[in-house]
C-alpha cells in the first residue's frame, strides 16, 4: 500500500472550514484514498473515499488532484465536536493500515 | 450506518489469565474483519485479519499463539489474548468489511493487565 503524508497537527477556528492535506505520491492506479477520524478512546470513524473525482457526503467533501498525488479533506464548517485525530489511508483491497494522521484541535 | 459492536468496553483482569474479546456486525455480514491495537497516544497497529470459516493471517511480529482469534460466523469474530502479561495492555480495535467495501470500527475494547 502507498505510504501516506500528514501534517502532525492543525488548528482550526469553530465554524470555519478545516482543510485537511494528505500526500500520496507513490499511490498506484487501483488505489483508493480513505478518510477516517478517530475521537479519543473511540474506534475510528469512516468519513469519505474516492479514487479518482472529488466526493462530497454529509461530512466531509475529499478533493483529489488530478495527479492523484495528494488529496484535500474539507470540514465545510468545524465544530467543537470535529476535534480529533484524522487519518488519510491508501490502500486496494481490503486491508487498511494506518499512519499517524493529524491531529485536529477546532478552537473557539 | 452500519454498526459494528464490541465488548466488553473494558476489562481488567490479573497477569497470567485469558481474556476474550467479541466483535459484531450488528446489521451486516462480514467475511472479513481485522484487529488492532492502539497504545497511547499512538496510531492503530494491524494485528490480524480474520476470515470467516478459515484461519486468521497474523501481520508480522504478531504472536498467533498469544493472540487466538476466530472467526465462527459472519457476524462474529473473536480476539483471545491468553495468558495476558502487563505489556498486553492496550486498546483493541476491530473492524468489519462490508460488502460495498467500506470498513466499519467497533468501540474499542480497553484491556488492562494487573
Known amino acids: 500500500d502507498a505510504k501516506t503524508t500528514q501534517p502532525p497537527s492543525m488548528d482550526c477556528a469553530e465554524g470555519r472550514a478545516a482543510n485537511l492535506p494528505c500526500n500520496h505520491s507513490?499511490?498506484?492506479?487501483?488505489?483508493?484514498v480513505y478518510w477516517y477520524r478517530q475521537i479519543h478512546s473511540q474506534g475510528p470513524q469512516y468519513i469519505i473515499h474516492?479514487?479518482?473525482n472529488n466526493e462530497t457526503n454529509e461530512m466531509a467533501s475529499l478533493i483529489i488532484t488530478e495527479d492523484r498525488k495528494s488529496s484535500t479533506l474539507i470540514l465545510p464548517h468545524a465544530t467543537l465536536r470535529d476535534t480529533a485525530v484524522y487519518y488519510c489511508?491508501?490502500?486496494?483491497?481490503?486491508?487498511?493500515?494506518f499512519g499517524a494522521g493529524t491531529i485536529l484541535r477546532v478552537k473557539s | 450506518g452500519a454498526v459494528v459492536s464490541q465488548h466488553p468496553s473494558r476489562v481488567i483482569c490479573k497477569s497470567g489469565t485469558s481474556v476474550k474479546i467479541e466483535c459484531r456486525s450488528l446489521?451486516?455480514?462480514?467475511?472479513?474483519m481485522f484487529w488492532y491495537r492502539q497504545f497511547p497516544k499512538q496510531s492503530l497497529m494491524l494485528m490480524a485479519t480474520?476470515?470467516?470459516?478459515?484461519?486468521?493471517?497474523?501481520e508480522q511480529g504478531v504472536e498467533k499463539d498469544k493472540f487466538l482469534i476466530n472467526h465462527a460466523s459472519l457476524t462474529l469474530s473473536t480476539l483471545t489474548v491468553t495468558s495476558a502479561h502487563p505489556e498486553d495492555s492496550s486498546f483493541y480495535i476491530c473492524?468489519?468489511?462490508?460488502?460495498?467495501?467500506?470498513?466499519?470500527f467497533g468501540e474499542g475494547s480497553r484491556l488492562t493487565v494487573l
Open positions: 489511508i491508501v490502500h486496494r483491497g481490503n486491508k487498511l493500515v
Open positions: 474516492g479514487l479518482k
Open positions: 446489521d451486516f455480514q462480514a467475511t472479513t
Open positions: 507513490t499511490i498506484s492506479g487501483n488505489e483508493y
Open positions: 473492524s468489519a468489511l462490508a460488502v460495498a467495501g467500506e470498513l466499519f
Open positions: 480474520s476470515n470467516e470459516g478459515s484461519k486468521a493471517t497474523y
